[in-house]
């Protein structure tokens, strides 16, 4: 139990204080005009209070992945703690806070567009495909799971479902971002804050026994560590997708001075619900034999908050596993429809553009509703922390331009190319070469981009 409670209190001094230096090596400004202010239209440009930002910013980079890639987490045991902490103060934090004030100094620009900036043409071009493509993958996966809950629960057709959670998405896509999104996304982000604090309260009050750390591997299937469970627990520690939902809230955000609260400091709730429903999860069945027993994460999601938290629990059960999944596939699309502008230089602002935009996406969204793709999906949690190491050294990139300590995002985005490069050789989804071929190999091309990275500032100093 006290390695959960240092834990937690470790986020927390990691926001004020890590937090802080971040803020302070990036140089935000409180005198300098946002995009809201600048570039307002009415749509995606709009001002909005910065409580309200990091509600939706928090709702936007979380839905279930801190607590569905937590609870696959906690199969490791406690020392998924570890990588919750450190991930998300000196990685994930990192990246959603750079991005999105990157965006913000860039008139609001998607990653596509940030990345292509800082690390080349070619880069921008696969970025534009890589960071649709992933976001449709989102989008699709979350209009078929809740469709598929509600059916289990209600008996509703389930083609009557998927059409209903489609024109929501379509409303939320092309509608102005404070009509549906500003109004309902502070509602589930404070039921989703709500929920993980009953979770610890119950974990705590009724005297469950959480683990204390130790560097073992506590996986029933003796899972190597390392690098499953670092593409496990992906959104409470380090995301990709996160860096496709930051510049929709840095085209909100009415004072640079706002962005560590809503970027940073919502990557630390989010880190914050992740250790919760880790704890939880390794706990309340007994260790992580019981954990894999009890079934797939939604069915442990709901029987510990049943059991936790009652009738009450029961409905934040079903906003957890139905709700919070339609609230990521919304601003999927969302995003989907800001990046394809962007690399089309299209305004959004009237109407007709937007649906111009929008109608392409949902017919192939729709068409992939009928494809079993359950084998591409295997490939998402690899894709998705690739994306976030790309805008890491992106991030990384922009901060040597500007002549500041780029070691804050090139130190994670190293790393995280040793994760990304070594799972792809090992796992089954990959080249399956084995640990003794994809670890080194992970170490050999992760040195060799920081290499080339150091290489490339060298060369810009000698040329200046």
């Not at 630390?268 to 027993?293: D, H, N, P, R, Y």
């Not at 936790?308 to 969302?334: E, H, K, M, W, Y």
């Not at 429809?337 to 729709?366: E, S, T």
């Amino acid at each position: 139990m006290y390695s959960f409670i240092l834990s937690m209190v470790a986020l927390v001094v990691g926001y004020f204080v890590y937090g802080k230096i971040v803020d302070r090596i990036f140089g935000s400004k409180a005198d300098a005009i946002t995009p809201a202010k600048r570039l307002s239209d009415g749509v995606d440009y709009i001002e909005l209070d910065w409580k309200k930002a990091f509600l939706i910013q928090f709702l936007n980079i979380a839905g279930t992945g801190p607590i569905f890639g937590a609870v696959a987490g906690a199969m490791w045991g406690p020392v998924a703690f570890l990588w919750i902490v450190f991930g998300c103060i000196f990685a994930g934090a990192v990246h959603d806070f750079l991005i999105g004030m990157m965006s913000l100094r860039d008139d609001g620009a998607t990653v596509a567009e940030i990345v292509g900036k800082y690390l080349g043409n070619g880069a921008r071009t696969f970025m534009r495909f890589f960071s649709v493509i992933l976001l449709l993958l989102v989008g699709v996966v979350f209009i078929m799971s809740p469709a598929d809950i509600l059916n289990s629960m209600t008996g509703i057709n389930r083609f009557i479902l998927i059409g209903i959670i489609i024109i929501y998405y379509m409303l939320a896509t092309i509608l102005p971002v404070d009509k549906i999104i500003g109004k309902i996304y502070p509602l589930f982000g404070g039921c989703l804050l709500i929920m993980a604090a009953g979770i610890a309260i119950g974990i705590l009050g009724e005297g469950y026994h959480v683990p204390e750390i130790v560097l073992k591997n506590l996986h029933p299937d003796k899972t190597p560590i390392f690098p499953y469970l670092f593409i496990s627990i992906a959104c409470g520690a380090i995301s990709g997708f996160h860096a496709t939902q930051s510049p929709m809230m840095a085209r909100c955000l009415k004072n640079e001075k706002e962005g560590r609260r809503v970027f940073y400091g919502s990557m630390i709730a989010e880190g914050i619900v992740a250790l919760i429903w880790a704890a939880a999860a390794m706990s309340f069945f007994g260790g992580t034999e019981g954990l894999k027993a009890a079934g797939s994460p939604g069915v442990v999601v709901s029987t510990i908050s049943n059991t936790l938290l009652g009738r009450f629990g029961g409905i934040l059960a079903i906003l957890g596993v139905v709700a919070c999944p339609i609230t990521s596939g919304d601003t999927a699309f969302r995003s989907a429809r800001m990046a394809i502008a962007d690399a089309l230089q299209y305004k959004q602002g009237p109407f007709k553009n937007r649906f111009i935009i929008a109608i392409p996406l949902f017919i192939i969204g729709i068409g992939l509703c009928f494809i079993d793709f359950q084998i591409i999906w295997r490939y998402f949690a690899w894709s998705n922390q690739t994306l976030a190491t790309i805008a890491l050294w992106a991030a990384a990139k922009y901060l040597a331009t500007e002549n500041k300590n780029y070691w804050i995002a090139a130190i994670p985005g190293t790393f995280m190319t040793v994760v990304v490069t070594s799972y792809i050789i090992i796992a089954k989804e990959g080249l399956r070469m084995g640990m003794s071929v994809g670890i080194p190999v992970g170490l050999i091309v992760a040195l060799c981009s920081l290499g080339l990275f150091l290489k490339s500032l060298k060369k810009k100093s000698q040329v200046a």
